[in-house]
C-alpha cells in the first residue's frame, strides 16, 4: 500500500466544464474526507464519508459539488459548471479510529479553471 | 464556530536558533490537537498530536488550555526543518479546523 492516491494531479479545465477527481485511500481506512486548499491557507474541510455513509458536507460544497463513495473504498468529487472561483488544490485524507484520527493526505488535485 | 489561529505567516530563524510557532484555538470543549507538515513537494503528514505527548525530529507541543495555545517548539531549528506548518484541531469531531499555516525558513 503506498498511500492515499489521486487522480489526476493537474487539472485544466474552461469555465463551465465538469471535472471528476478520484481518491483512492488506504485500504481498510474507514473514513474519507476532501479538503480544499487555496494559496495561503490551510485545507478547508468539504465533506467526510465513513464507509460508503456521507456524513457530513461543508456550506463550502455548493450544489455544483457531490461527491461518493460507492463503496466504501474510493471516492471521486465532482465539479459541474466549474468557475473561476474553483481553483484550487482538492486534497483527500484517510484515516481510521485505531489510529486516533490521524489523517493520511493525498498529494492532491490542483484545478485551475480559466 | 470553531477556529485555529497561527498568526505568522512566516518565520525565519538561523539554523541552531530556537524556533515557535503559534496556535491558538477557539473551542468550548476538549481539544485534540495536531501540528501537521508539509515539506517542499511532499504531501500533508502528521507532525505530532497532543495526546501522544511526544517529541518528533526534536519538536515538542505542550497543550494550554488556559491560553487556548498549542504553540510548537524546537530547541535548535535545523535547515531540513524548513517547511510550511499547520496547526489543527478535530475536538468533539471526526473534522479538523486547520489554521492557515507559518511557512518556517531556516537559514544556514
Known amino acids: 500500500d503506498t498511500g492515499v492516491s489521486q487522480n489526476p494531479r493537474h487539472k485544466i479545465t474552461k469555465r463551465g466544464q465538469n471535472v471528476t477527481f478520484r481518491c483512492d485511500p488506504i485500504?481498510?481506512?474507514?473514513?474519507l474526507y476532501w479538503y480544499r486548499q487555496t494559496l495561503g491557507q490551510g485545507p478547508e474541510f468539504l465533506t467526510y464519508f465513513q464507509n460508503e455513509a456521507q456524513l457530513e458536507k461543508s456550506r463550502l460544497l455548493s450544489d455544483r459539488f457531490s461527491a461518493e463513495r460507492p463503496k466504501g473504498s474510493f471516492s471521486t468529487l465532482e465539479i459541474q459548471r466549474t468557475e473561476q472561483g474553483d481553483s484550487a488544490m482538492y486534497l483527500c485524507?484517510?484515516?481510521?479510529?485505531?489510529?486516533?484520527?490521524?489523517?493520511?493526505f493525498g498529494p492532491g488535485t490542483r484545478l485551475t479553471v480559466l | 464556530a470553531q477556529r485555529v489561529t497561527q498568526p505568522e505567516k512566516l518565520l525565519s530563524v538561523f539554523k541552531g536558533a530556537p524556533v515557535e510557532l503559534k496556535c491558538n484555538y477557539s473551542?468550548?470543549?476538549?481539544?485534540?490537537l495536531f501540528w501537521y507538515v508539509q515539506y517542499s513537494r511532499q504531501r500533508l503528514q502528521l507532525l505530532l498530536r497532543?495526546?501522544s505527548r511526544e517529541s518528533i525530529k526534536g519538536f515538542t507541543a505542550d497543550l494550554n488550555k488556559g491560553e487556548t495555545s498549542f504553540h510548537l517548539k524546537k530547541p535548535f531549528a535545523q535547515e531540513e526543518d524548513s517547511a510550511m506548518y499547520y496547526c489543527?484541531?478535530?475536538?468533539?469531531?471526526?473534522?479538523?479546523?486547520f489554521g492557515r499555516g507559518t511557512s518556517l525558513i531556516v537559514h544556514p
Open positions: 489543527a484541531n478535530t475536538g468533539g469531531s471526526y473534522i479538523p479546523t
Open positions: 497532543h495526546i
Open positions: 485524507a484517510s484515516s481510521h479510529p485505531r489510529q486516533d484520527n490521524e489523517q493520511f
Open positions: 485500504s481498510e481506512h474507514n473514513r
Open positions: 473551542y468550548s470543549g476538549s481539544p485534540e
